[in-house]
């Protein structure tokens, strides 16, 4: 077979004299330079063999050159030998533009067979005539399988996926009906994810139809009406079996183990990317996350490279984005979206992400409304805000019970030698579990009080590693994961975010949760004792940012303040707020911040007052529980004096030492908690299939900053600090549960 030299047949060429060489295709415009460009550009018309092109060179040193330059073109995949004898030329130049060897796939393409399946209602006298029509074959023996369904969660697909790995051969997943069409993936045994990983992250994601199939006794998907017009149905049929033939003429790219989507009411498509979850109980190892619980948590050193926005990380906030954006999507990811609050002013950077699984119902329409519905993030920066959004709806996934996490099954009595009560961290006061009913009937989810632990009643315990002593240490399952089974306990504790944060190391995410406990037992104590504390000279830090802030609330009509409540323990934390001015309602709203540099403590705690500040923009306040609301339309400074800086005490200035290094900031928080005679507990929950760090910290003794009344810290560090002469009575603590 005769073949000629030239260039590949999707690219067009132009010689412009003295300029050099262009080629054009759909993906653009690629220009030639240097020597022999516009000679050889001429002689690579695709009329003559390589020994033509070479000898046509004017002189004797130019067959060496052009040689060298068609060997450099080749390489960039712009130039081939092809053979002549082609039937359809713009096939040929099709498969070209996708990196293959034209001819050969042609060929390839032409005889594409494949083994058909039907599922749901995908009609196959309907498949059947369109994949032949599309030039594809039906056989039983084909090595290719195509599987048309209506819901990627139909369960028979177990089984499809079950016969493919044990034959070892690939198959092809296709929806062709409904409104949006989905191709792929191409599930290949032994490379890449099974049906079982794509599952559990489409359960993820209608986690709300999975209570409500629950609900009704159904392990299969919700059924869904049929919606196609011919042409839709038409589309879907053809993508899929471009799917196939593209396999078959030998195609390989990493798109194809992911899902394409196209919305045909809005003419868009994307692409979800799907990973093998290593913990997969199919294709992986089931017991990962069980052996790294029962392991101790060693920390190591971690060089600090950005110390802007509101931390210290080791990542910067772009590479932390860059490294977590494909886990965006409301297919496969496992955050559906993110996006601007919609009523944020430009100067606020707020984000929000997807529910909140802390709050999630156990049952369908048993939802609350709270503050905490959904993740959120803020910064001092669009950045800063979007990975903050990002990180702490995949901080939450992380801690969400799944069933694969290490547990111990006992009653207390027989572990308490290894066990923290969980009171001891709850902090119930006896007088708040006698009168628990009538109070969780008329508040917000997130100050529910738990039922008193039955020290006999066997419950799931998991290990934590102290961070103080070196050695394991029990608490509840159900206090430490999100959505944990009944039977797991979670009547007698429950768990919430406190003391969870995820990092760019897990140094960082330690570092994080360590401070967040640190700062809500600060603003418990204040919060509480209703004190009167020293403001922050907000003004002394000189940072152009918060200038902005001043500005942009003073544009609302708003003024901001700052209040200093580090406690006993040393380490900065800041209450923040901004409220209406010269009218009613004032609309208070605050946010906190920790940290050992105070001037980040001040700028966490304003980028928290700007993540609730949408929230009392325009006619109606969001979505939010009654008692913010009636905070927002009743609170003024005039009766909550604490909220205003005590004018006998002068701004604390605070002594800080940068350093470089992450672990060496872990230390000095968990010598700091060791000081007043507490100890830091840790629990690892970064997951395999997410890789971001996540860290659940626990001191027991620290307070919440909801309302939890149990003695210790919130009676006794008021007066050991000379705040109050002695401790408040349990009837006067502030009435006002804190509702953030």
């Not at 993936?185 to 990983?197: D, H, K, L, N, S």
């Not at 996540?694 to 939890?708: K, Q, S």
Request: aromatic share 8%; proline share 7%; net charge negative.
């Amino acid at each position: 077979m005769t073949t000629v030299l030239g260039f590949k047949r999707h690219l067009q060429p132009a010689v412009v004299a003295g300029e050099g060489a262009y080629l054009f295709s759909e993906q653009g415009v690629t220009a030639l330079r240097g020597s022999h460009v516009e000679l050889l550009a001429r002689l690579l018309d695709g009329t003559r063999t390589r020994h033509e092109v070479l000898s046509a060179a004017p002189d004797a040193a130019a067959p060496e050159a052009l040689a060298e330059l068609v060997a450099r073109l080749s390489a960039a995949n712009l130039v081939a030998e092809y053979p002549t004898e082609v039937a359809d030329h713009q096939a040929a130049a099709y498969w070209e533009a996708a990196g293959l060897e034209g001819a050969v796939a042609v060929d390839r393409a032409a005889a594409t067979s494949v083994r058909l399946l039907t599922l749901g209602s995908v009609d196959a006298a309907r498949a059947v005539p369109a994949c032949r029509a599309a030039g594809v074959e039906i056989s039983a023996g084909a090595e290719l399988t195509v599987v048309l369904c209506d819901d990627y969660l139909d369960p028979r697909l177990a089984a499809v996926d079950a016969e493919h790995r044990a034959t070892g051969r690939a198959w092809l997943l296709a929806k062709p009906v409904g409104t949006t069409l989905w191709v792929g993936p191409v599930f290949e045994p032994g490379r890449g994810a099974c049906w079982t990983c794509l599952s559990h992250r489409l359960w993820g994601n209608r986690w709300a139809e999975a209570q409500v199939q629950r609900a009704l006794n159904e392990t299969r998907p919700a059924p869904r009406p049929a919606v196609s017009i011919t042409v839709s149905l038409d589309m879907g049929f053809g993508l899929a079996m471009l799917a196939a033939i593209q396999w078959a003429a030998g195609l390989r790219e990493p798109g194809q183990r992911d899902i394409r989507t196209f919305d045909t009411l809005r003419m868009r498509s994307r692409r979800h990317q799907l990973d093998r979850r290593p913990e997969c109980e199919t294709c992986g190892d089931p017991r990962l996350v069980l052996r790294r619980s029962w392991q101790p948590v060693l920390l190591g050193s971690r060089r600090k490279v950005s110390c802007e926005g509101g931390g210290h990380r080791s990542s910067t906030g772009q590479e932390v984005y860059d490294r977590y954006r494909h886990l965006i999507s409301p297919v496969t990811g496992l955050v559906a979206e993110l996006r601007p609050h919609p009523r944020a002013p430009e100067f606020t950077h707020v984000y929000v992400a997807d529910e909140n699984p802390m709050l999630r119902p156990t049952r369908p329409g048993a939802m609350r409304p709270s503050l905490r519905r959904r993740n959120g993030g803020k910064g001092v920066t669009d950045l800063d805000a979007r990975v903050s959004a990002l990180c702490e709806a995949l901080e939450r996934r992380s801690g969400t019970f799944h069933g694969d996490e290490a547990r111990l099954r006992a009653g207390y009595e027989q572990v308490r030698e290894l066990a923290v009560h969980p009171n001891a961290c709850q902090l119930y006061d006896e007088r708040q579990y006698a009168g628990r009913a009538e109070w969780n009937a008329t508040h917000a989810p997130t100050q529910d009080v738990c039922e008193p632990l039955d020290e006999r009643v066997p419950i799931d315990w998991t290990p934590l590693w102290s961070l103080t002593h070196d050695r394991q240490v029990l608490l509840p399952t159900s206090m430490l994961y999100y959505g944990t089974p009944p039977e797991s306990g979670h009547g007698f504790t429950r768990a919430d975010s406190n003391g969870a944060a995820a990092g760019s190391s897990l140094e960082d995410a330690v570092l994080q949760g360590l401070l967040e406990l640190v700062e809500r037992d600060a603003v418990a104590v204040w919060w509480y004792n209703r004190t009167r504390q020293p403001a922050v000279d907000i003004d002394a830090f000189a940072d152009r940012w918060i200038a902005r802030q001043h500005e942009g609330h003073a544009g609302l009509g708003r003024v901001i303040w700052a209040l200093d409540l580090t406690t006993d323990l040393g380490i900065p934390v800041v209450a923040a707020f901004s409220r209406r001015v010269g009218e009613r309602p004032e609309e208070i709203v605050f946010g906190f911040g920790a940290h050992f540099d105070p001037h980040l403590a001040l700028r966490r705690a304003l980028t928290e007052v700007n993540q609730l500040l949408p929230l009392v923009l325009g006619d109606e306040y969001g979505l939010t529980d009654p008692e913010a609301t009636r905070w927002w339309r009743e609170a003024t400074v005039e009766e909550h004096p604490y909220l205003l800086p005590d004018p006998a005490r002068p701004a604390a200035a605070h002594a800080w030492t940068p350093t470089g290094d992450l672990l060496d900031d872990v230390r000095a928080g968990v010598a700091a908690i060791a000081r007043q005679g507490m100890e830091v507990l840790v629990l690892d929950q970064t997951r395999p299939d997410i890789e971001l760090p996540v860290a659940r910290v626990v001191v027991p003794g620290l307070r919440h900053f909801w309302a939890r009344f149990g003695p210790g810290r919130l009676f006794d560090v008021p007066v050991r600090m000379g705040r109050l002469a002695a401790a408040t009575p349990y009837e006067e603590l502030n009435p006002v549960p804190l509702f953030v």
